[in-house]
């Protein structure tokens, strides 16, 4: 079965999506970068996955979001509230 182009709302949701969590990851967090991020944790979320989420171009799964909160420490509702509409 062919995979679904994404429209340009599901886009703009992706793209903003990985705006927040670059700026909980570099901002709230104090990360410098996504590899530190991602090294420490490794188990939660892989270091492809994490970049492409950030570039907006990862349309993830729920487990992947549910990872990516507790990472963050914020619930899943706060990473994606607004930001689709």
């Not at 709230?28 to 989420?53: C, N, P, R, W």
């Amino acid at each position: 079965m062919p995979t679904k182009k994404l429209t340009k709302q599901e886009k703009s949701f992706f793209i903003d999506l990985g705006k927040r969590v670059e700026n909980i990851i570099k901002g709230k967090m104090k990360y410098s970068s996504y590899d530190a991020f991602s090294l420490e944790h490794h188990g939660e979320i892989g270091k492809v996955t994490l970049y492409q989420i950030c570039e907006g171009k990862r349309d993830m799964k729920v487990s992947t979001l549910l990872r990516l909160s507790k990472t963050q420490e914020v619930s899943p509702e706060e990473l994606i509230k607004d930001l689709w509409g």
